[in-house]
């Protein structure tokens, strides 16, 4: 069965830390997709990022980089130099291709970036 | 280009009655997924339809609960003899979708609905 846990409810800093948003995943199948999506108080969720299974490389984007480590079952997102615009919920899901095609989220952190 | 639609953007309605929500997806986005966000929470799958497949409703809570999506491409998400527990924002995404590979969903805005 799948699972996304994001056990920080809740991070407060102030502009220009870094700060790192833990995603533990669980899952029986070894094809799937990971996401990283930004909702920030406005509403709509946005996209941020994608990593396959099969793609440990991590990324980056700007301020923004992705840890994906299979072995811990892990996609964590670090902010580097936090600014107040960041602050919104982020949202780690995952997708299994043997699981149908529906995409389990994660509850959500919630960051707050305080000038 | 128009993203995701929804409408309307706020529904308020009293215990029992029932409910039409709907989502306009990105023209030629195949897959479509509804959503539900409780206040404060993450969010909980409800329901996918790809093309002309069979949707996958394993999300839906109850019978109360069923969607349609019309000629691939509207859909509606009807909640009959709504409860106060039904209260949250339900949002729509649409996705690209193509064989062997998930794409990125783009959301709507969502509906806020509320029942008294």
């Known amino acids: 069965a799948q699972k996304v846990t994001q056990a920080q409810t809740e991070i407060s800093v102030v502009e220009k830390e870094d700060v790192t948003l833990d995603c533990v995943y669980e899952t029986r199948d070894t094809t799937y997709y990971l996401f990283w999506y930004k909702q920030p108080p406005s509403g709509e969720l946005v996209f941020l990022i994608r990593?396959?299974?099969?793609?440990?490389q991590n990324e980056i984007s700007g301020r923004y980089s992705w840890n994906f480590q299979k072995s811990t079952s892990s996609f964590n997102f670090t902010i580097t130099a936090s600014q107040v615009v960041d602050s919104a919920v982020y949202f780690c899901?995952?997708?299994?291709?043997?699981?149908?095609?529906?995409?389990?989220f994660g509850a959500g952190t919630r960051l707050f970036v305080k000038a | 280009g128009a993203g995701v639609s929804q409408s309307p953007s706020n529904k308020v309605t009293e215990k029992g009655k029932d409910v039409e929500l709907r989502c306009d997806p990105i023209s030629g986005h195949t897959a479509l997924y509804w959503y539900r966000q409780s206040l404060g929470q993450g969010l909980e799958f409800l329901i996918y339809?790809?093309?002309?497949?069979?949707?996958?409703k394993s999300g839906l809570p109850s019978d109360r609960f069923s969607a349609e999506r019309t000629g691939g491409s509207v859909s509606t998400l009807t909640i009959q003899r709504t409860q106060q527990e039904d209260s949250a924002v339900y949002l729509c995404?649409?996705?690209?979708?193509?064989?062997?590979?998930?794409?990125?969903?783009?959301f709507g805005p969502g509906t806020r609905l509320t029942v008294l």
């Open positions: 899901a995952l997708s299994e291709v043997g699981g149908g095609f529906k995409t389990i």
């Open positions: 995404a649409s996705s690209l979708r193509r064989r062997s590979s998930y794409n990125e969903q783009f």
């Open positions: 990593r396959n299974s099969f793609d440990e």
């Open positions: 339809f790809q093309g002309n497949s069979a949707p996958d």
